[in-house]
């Protein structure tokens, strides 16, 4: 066990409110110094793993602990961006554990399919051949980056039981909505559902998943219970919370951060060291509980996922594709 350094937890100055807006009704102070001293959670021994939801895990060996080191459970769990639950990094773990209920939980698939639908979750899991762990980098734009060992199953599978007609070319996810449970919403943060989308490429790509758990427990509510995108060579904006319905298009759907800040935000989001953010640079990364010699990192190309992704954006203009 380790004492965090406060230093972990602040942004350099320039990339302080990097998601938070510029319009009128978001102005507020965000500066609250975040807690200090935190302890960091061990590895969650295999015992402690619940029996339910699809769990245990096994892990997927292309993706293994070994591979990558994993940022501890407690880091994981309580920085956190989640605007439903507030605009602090803090503020999801406190404000999405008082009384938001994640289950029971339907997701619909709709849209261009054949075999539209609503799910339970759980239900949902069991028809894609239940939970695998895998361990991905997780950058956010705002240029900090950790490693998650996630449980779930890859979205391609979902993308089978839909069976996508032939003018499905995008996928588009929406967040749920309870402006009772959500004080994010409440305040009007941001136009709320959050939505984002993929392109079906994209979401039938092998690393595309979606998460039910973290270190084999399943995913804490501040970390999108019970069902999250992951999409590890794409920022973390990408990666939508808590998700309520998936629509099949054929157009390039909205996505939140896009239509907040289109200057700023674009639809493919790709990890990229090159393209630099117009209000800081994307070439490194600080990296979240490494500690007070952990610092900065260099940032990789699709966050080191070229090989599994960089055939989808052949041709493509990847500065003016942000
Ligand atoms: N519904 C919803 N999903 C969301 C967000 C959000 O505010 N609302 N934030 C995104 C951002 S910016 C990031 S970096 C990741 C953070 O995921 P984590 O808190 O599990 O690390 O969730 C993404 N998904
Ligand atoms: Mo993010």
Redesign the pocket.
Known sequence: MFILSKKDWELPESAVTP?KLYRTHNRRDFLKTLGTGVAAAALLPRGLRAATGGFPAKENPAYPLSALKPTAYEF?TS??????FGMEKSD?KEYANKGWKTEPWTIEVKGLVRNPAKFDVNDLITKAGGLEQRVYR?R???AWS?V?PWDGFPLAKLVALADPKPEAKYLQFK?FVDRKAAIGQRQGN?DY??V?GLRLDEATNELAFMATGIYGKPIPN???APL?LVTPWK????????IVQIEFTSRMPEN??AVMNGQEYGFYANVNPHVDHPRWSQASERVIGAGVFGGRQPTLMFNGYEKQVGALYKGLDLVRNY
């Open positions: 998601e994981i920085y956190n961006n989640f605007y439903e999801p997780h956010c734009v705002e950790m998650v967040s941001l559902p959050y984002e501040q970390n999108g999250r920022y973390g904006f990408k990666g939508i919370k808590s939140t951060w």
